[in-house]
Each structure stands twice: as structure tokens, then as C-alpha cells.
């Protein structure tokens, strides 16, 4: 509680400080300096709907409140509206995004709505620890029973003893995002948990200096039951 409020403080107190700005300065402040300070007080509203959004999220799991629907889900159009959703952000950082994959569709039995959360968590994680200039690779794959999914970075990597803490609870590690993003240390603790509720698996390959690769793996629909 006290990491989330302290990490909720900081928008906050960005919004106050911005919103004080206008009220006392509107008459000497142009059209658009007040439009893009509305628009520092747009995003740092975005941040703090992240982190409740995360707290909230965090609390279902906690309290097995969270409803876990599995139906026949294609992982290829799921994943692919994701990397859509993040081509500004990578734009941005002057990194490229590369999606593989070898069939067309690749069907799971899964939660769209938690297999949405997990690929934003670990798309937004590649891009968000790269340096600029970099590519982040997405890569599905059908491997017998399960639907395999790798996302990576050429990032900083991770050391054995960040990798031991990476899937925990508010576990904010050496990499630190590269372009001030934010970073609550909730995403991936909650990756687990809902990777882990439909019946998959998640786990990252990494060595330090060499980036870092997240690999999640469903229950393809043909075999679950
Ligand atoms: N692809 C990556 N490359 C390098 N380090 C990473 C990567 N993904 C995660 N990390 C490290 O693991 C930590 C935990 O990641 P996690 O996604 O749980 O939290 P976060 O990104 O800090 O915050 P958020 O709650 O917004 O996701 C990060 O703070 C970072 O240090
Ligand atoms: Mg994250």
C-alpha cells in the first residue's frame, strides 16, 4: 500500500502543480502553452489510471475474485493489435518492431481479456527497457500441445539475481526505463499469475548485457478440455 501511494503521489502532485499553473498564469501563458500543459496533465492522469488499474488488478488475484473465461482465442490477431497499439510508442524511441510467425492463425484456449493484459505488459516492458535504436521481436510458433510465444529485446538483459525477483510483487530491478516511463514493478507479478490461471506458462531467458527474451506458452485449442 505504501509503494502504491507513494507511486500515485507523483502524478498527483504533477497535476496540482499544472493545474496551479494555469489558474495563476492563464492571462500571460499562450493558446498553446496551455494546451500542452493540459496535455502533461492529460498524461500524468494516464499514469495514475495505470497504476490503480494495476492495484485493482492485483487485488482480484489476491482476493480469487478474478473471473477467468477460456474460449478459443487467436493469439496471431491478438498479439498483432498489440504491436499495433505500441508502433507510436517504439516510433518514438526509434525502435523497430518485427512480428513472426509461420501459420496464419494460432488458436488457444484462453481469456481474451487476460492474454490482452499479458502481451501489453510484455510488449510495453521490450520497449519500454530498450535503449533507442533497437528492435523488439514478437514470435509465435505451435509446438505440439501449446502456443508458443516469445518476445524479444536487445535491452540491457537481466542479471541472475534480477532474474530470481522478476515475476514478485512491486520488483523494480537494475534496468530502468529509458525514456521516463513509468515503472510501478506490478506488470510482470501480474503476468504470472495470469498466465498461471490459464493453465500456461511464463518465464524469461536472459543474460545481462545481451537483452532479454519473455516466453509465454497457452494451451492450444485443439488440446485443452
Ligand atoms: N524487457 C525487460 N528488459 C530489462 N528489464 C526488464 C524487462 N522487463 C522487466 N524488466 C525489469 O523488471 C522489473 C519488473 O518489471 P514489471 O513489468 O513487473 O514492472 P515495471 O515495468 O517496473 O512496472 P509496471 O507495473 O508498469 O509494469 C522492471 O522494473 C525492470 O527493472
Ligand atoms: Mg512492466
Known sequence: MAIAAHDLKNPLSAIQGLAELIINDYRTLSQQEVVDTLKM?????KQMFDIVDNILQVNAIESEKMRVSLQEVD??????????????????KNITLHFSHQEEV????????????VFDNLISNAIKYSPFDKNVYVKLSRREKVIHCEIRDEGPGLSED????????????TPIPT??????????????????????????ESELGKGSCFVVEFLAASFSG
Do not use: P
Open 41 to 45: 496533465i492529460v498524461n500524468s492522469s
Open 75 to 92: 493469439i496471431l490477431s491478438t498479439a498483432h493489435i498489440l504491436l499495433e497499439r505500441y508502433t507510436t510508442q517504439a516510433r518514438a
Open 162 to 173: 534480477d532474474q530470481k525477483k522478476l515475476f514478485g510483487k512491486f520488483s523494480r530491478l
Open 106 to 117: 494460432y488458436y488457444a484456449q484462453v481469456d481474451l481479456y487476460l492474454v490482452v493484459r
Open 179 to 204: 525514456a521516463q516511463e513509468n515503472s510501478t514493478g506490478l506488470g510482470l507479478f501480474i503476468v504470472k499469475k495470469l498466465v498461471e490461471a490459464m493453465q500456461g506458462r511464463v518465464w524469461c
